[in-house]
C-alpha cells in the first residue's frame, strides 16, 4: 500500500469517527446553544464511552496490538514535565490568539478529561495510527504529521475562532512520547496532566 493510500485510509477512518459522534454531539450543542452545561458534559462523556466499541472495532479490524512494557522512572517524571509544557502551550494559545472562553467547572468534565480523553484519544490518534502507517512503510515524518493534523482539526472550532494551534504542538509531543518509549501509557500521562491543569488552573488564579 503506497503512502497517499495509507494517509487516505487513516482520513477515512478518522472521519468514520467524527460522523458516529462527533456531528451528533456538535448538533446537540447548537441546538440547545450551551444552555445545559451541565447535561452537556454528560453527553460529552458517554460520547467517550460510545467511542471505546468503535476502537476495539478498529484495532481487531486492522490486528493492531499493543505490549505493555514495566513503568520506566525517567519518563515518568519527563511526562510530568512534558504535561506542564502542553498546559503551558495551551495557554501561550489562549494569549496570542484572545480566545479564553468561558469557564465552567464541573467534576464530570475532569473526570472525562484526564481519563477517557487521554486513554481513547491516545490509543486512536497515537498508538493505532502511527502502527498502521508504520505497517505500510510510510515515512516517520508523515507519521507525526497526519494524526497530529487531525487531532488538531477534532481539537478546533472555527465557528467561534479557536484555532488551537496547541493541540497540534501538543500531538506532537504525544507522538515523541510514544515513538521514543513504544509505550502509549506515557503520552496519555502527559495528556492527562496537560488537561487536568488546563482544567484546574482557572480555580487556584
Not at 472495532?57 to 517524571?77: A, D, M, R, V
Not at 472562553?101 to 481519563?115: A, M, T
Request: charge should be positive; proline fraction near 3%; charged fraction near 15%.
Amino acid at each position: 500500500m503506497n503512502t497517499v493510500k495509507c494517509v487516505l485510509k487513516v482520513i477515512g477512518f478518522n472521519l468514520l469517527l467524527t460522523l458516529l459522534l462527533a456531528i451528533p454531539l456538535y448538533i446537540f450543542e447548537r441546538v440547545t446553544e450551551f444552555k445545559y452545561v451541565e447535561f452537556n458534559y454528560i453527553i460529552y462523556t458517554t460520547s467517550y464511552l460510545i467511542y471505546f466499541p468503535y476502537l476495539y472495532w478498529l484495532f481487531k479490524k486492522t490486528k493492531i496490538t499493543y505490549e505493555q512494557k514495566p513503568f520506566n522512572t525517567k519518563w515518568l517524571l519527563l511526562s510530568i514535565l512534558l504535561g506542564v509544557i502542553v498546559f503551558a502551550l495551551n495557554k501561550a494559545d489562549e494569549m496570542i490568539i484572545g480566545a479564553h472562553g468561558n469557564f465552567n467547572f464541573n467534576i464530570i468534565k475532569l473526570l472525562s478529561g484526564i481519563i477517557l480523553a487521554p486513554i481513547f484519544e491516545e490509543l486512536f490518534w497515537r498508538l493505532w495510527m502511527t502502527k498502521y502507517m508504520e505497517r505500510h512503510k510510510v515515512s516517520i515524518w508523515v507519521i507525526a504529521l497526519v494524526p497530529a493534523f487531525l487531532f488538531w482539526f477534532g481539537h478546533a472550532n472555527f465557528l467561534i475562532g479557536k484555532w488551537r494551534i496547541d493541540s497540534f504542538l501538543s500531538a506532537l509531543i504525544f507522538f515523541f512520547a510514544y515513538r521514543k518509549t513504544s509505550d502509549i501509557r506515557y503520552s496519555m500521562i502527559i495528556h492527562a496532566i496537560g488537561n487536568l491543569l488546563i482544567d484546574v488552573f482557572p480555580l487556584i488564579i
